[in-house]
């Protein structure tokens, strides 16, 4: 009886977790990343192609995971958004399923104090951490590489797994490192711990390790049949504009508090590690926040996603440090408990709040904040649609994404570009200032795609955000018009396009009536 009320308590405090989270996301503007990828997924369920009809700069691989997403909505006639919600929760009840399996080998029945922590923070890093980030590419790697870790921590405990319980995780896990290139550091480092520990250089070679590798084998293969375009057009645009941007400084990058708290995870362990009970569980989650954090440094972009992967594995070693500090004490203590239970209770809450200050600030401010701070701008976009548009393709000149997703998703808008925002114009003005020339032949790419994009789909509608972002930061006096015009057939395009009004940052241009 006594179990049951203890598994009963913690399936409430995780329901809690999961209304919360409900609750921000229904309150908080939809993620700007996912609106575009859902659209950029329909494109390629409907046959057309990267570079040719849509530039997306991640590998295929996160728009065949939103896939479901795209075929719940058409068989169950819902909104693509709201299934893609349910769906993402459906994967995040899978992989919270599958940690629960595998820690209840690894922690014993009688420490339910570990057990129970673990798994509520297990449920907030999963649902609720990410925020306004919800949905992004880092948090799909935090879904689907967590059992793996686990697992490894199981088997560093010298338990064997079953043979189809470790060919899951592996396919899992599989999906969760492919999805980026530099996702793989943490999976590296783990299994070089791994086989250092067994003394043996062939014991990488398990069941869910050939699997991860058959994964990845199947994907690129998939990549080179369905998607070749990906490797031989984008690549080299991502690799010349995108990663040649103006690089975030490494004070933003190291200096804000959340960083910090990474860093002060992987120190502390280093310091308890030979107190810990749970070394192997300990070791894996440290391994695992040390490669996502390398993967945060070689992305070289401040952005709270990027760093949510390490944040996420950093919150669970840090629960494992308090709830065997808690667990050591009562022990010590048991012949005092009444006495000292109180003292020790509000001990440990105040670490807990002092340390998920920065945390809690992410996840509750962010998200009210950006729903306050944008909603004007959505408002104004819907405005603009409803007077202007004339149900023709609009062309909207941005370098964010949440600016596309106003018009798009918001005022319910076709675009007539292919990318959802010109976020490579940073990297294109970067290479311009260091060879001191705006001619070279991918430059002049990135101009033939916007005038062939106009000459294509010839929008009686344009729009010009007046806004920067991180993107273009660096340069807030730069033209869209001015920079483009340098090509005669842009300025020609141009010619047909006159100025009617500005609407809080985006300034509004129809095509002259008497143009065809």
């Not at 809690?16 to 309150?27: E, H, K, P």
């Not at 950006?370 to 000149?397: C, E, M, T, W």
Request: proline residues 4%; aromatic residues 16%; glycine residues 2%.
């Amino acid at each position: 009886m006594q179990t049951i009320k203890k598994h009963l308590s913690l399936l409430i405090v995780i329901l809690i977790i999961f209304t919360l989270s409900l609750y921000l996301q229904l309150q908080t503007i939809k993620n700007a990343d996912a609106i575009w990828l859902l659209q950029a997924t329909q494109q390629l369920l409907q046959g057309k192609h990267y570079y040719k009809d849509f530039i997306e700069t991640n590998p295929p691989m996160i728009l065949y995971l939103y896939m479901p997403a795209q075929f719940m909505a058409k068989i169950f006639s819902m909104d693509v958004y709201t299934a893609f919600r349910l769906y993402l929760y459906g994967l995040i009840a899978l992989s919270l399923f599958g940690c629960s399996m595998i820690l209840k080998q690894i922690i014993p029945k009688t420490d339910t104090l570990t057990h129970g922590l673990f798994m509520v923070m297990l449920a907030f890093v999963l649902m609720t951490l990410s925020a306004y980030s919800f949905s992004e590419r880092e948090q799909f790697a935090v879904i689907f590489t967590l059992p793996y870790f686990l697992w490894v921590a199981l088997r560093l405990t010298h338990n064997t797994p079953t043979r189809s319980a470790s060919f899951i995780v592996g396919l899992f896990a599989g999906l969760g490192f492919a999805l980026k290139p530099y996702f793989l550091p943490p999976l590296i480092l783990t299994e070089l711990y791994f086989i250092l520990k067994q003394k043996n250089l062939l014991s990488w070679m398990r069941i869910e390790t050939l699997t991860i590798g058959g994964v990845f084998i199947v994907y690129l293969i998939s990549i080179f049949i369905f998607t070749p375009e990906y490797l031989y057009k984008i690549l080299p645009l991502v690799n010349h504009f995108y990663l040649n941007a103006q690089p975030f400084p490494a004070s933003e990058m190291l200096g804000n508090m959340l960083f910090v708290f990474c860093a002060a995870a992987i120190i502390f362990y280093l310091f308890l590690w030979p107190q810990l009970h749970y070394r192997a569980l300990a070791t894996t989650l440290w391994l695992a926040l040390i490669g996502y954090l390398i993967a945060y440094l070689i992305a070289s972009r401040a952005w709270f996603y990027h760093l949510l992967p390490a944040l996420s594995f950093a919150t669970l070693l840090f629960t494992l440090f308090l709830s065997e500090s808690f667990s050591t004490l009562l022990r010590t203590h048991r012949h005092q408990k009444k006495i000292y239970r109180k003292q020790i209770i509000l001990i440990v809450c105040s670490v807990f709040f002092i340390t998920f200050m920065p945390l809690l600030r992410t996840v509750v401010f962010q998200s009210f904040a950006s729903l306050k701070r944008l909603s004007p701008n959505i408002q104004n976009a819907q405005r603009i649609v409803h007077f202007y548009n004339d149900g023709k393709p609009i062309y909207v000149f941005t370098d964010s994404l949440l600016t596309h997703a106003y018009f798009t998703s918001y005022a319910h808008a076709e675009s007539a570009s292919r990318f959802p925002a010109l976020f490579f114009m940073a990297g294109v003005l970067h290479q311009s200032e260091k060879t001191q020339t705006k001619t070279i032949a991918l430059q002049q790419e990135m101009i033939d795609f916007i005038v062939n994009d106009l000459q294509k789909n010839k929008p009686t509608l344009i729009v010009i955000d007046k806004n920067r972002t991180d993107s273009l930061s660096h340069y807030p006096d730069f033209s869209y018009i001015q920079f483009f015009s340098q090509d005669a057939r842009f300025r020609t395009l141009w010619q047909h396009y006159q100025y009617r009004t500005t609407i809080g940052a985006f300034q509004v241009f129809t095509r002259r009536k008497n143009d065809a």
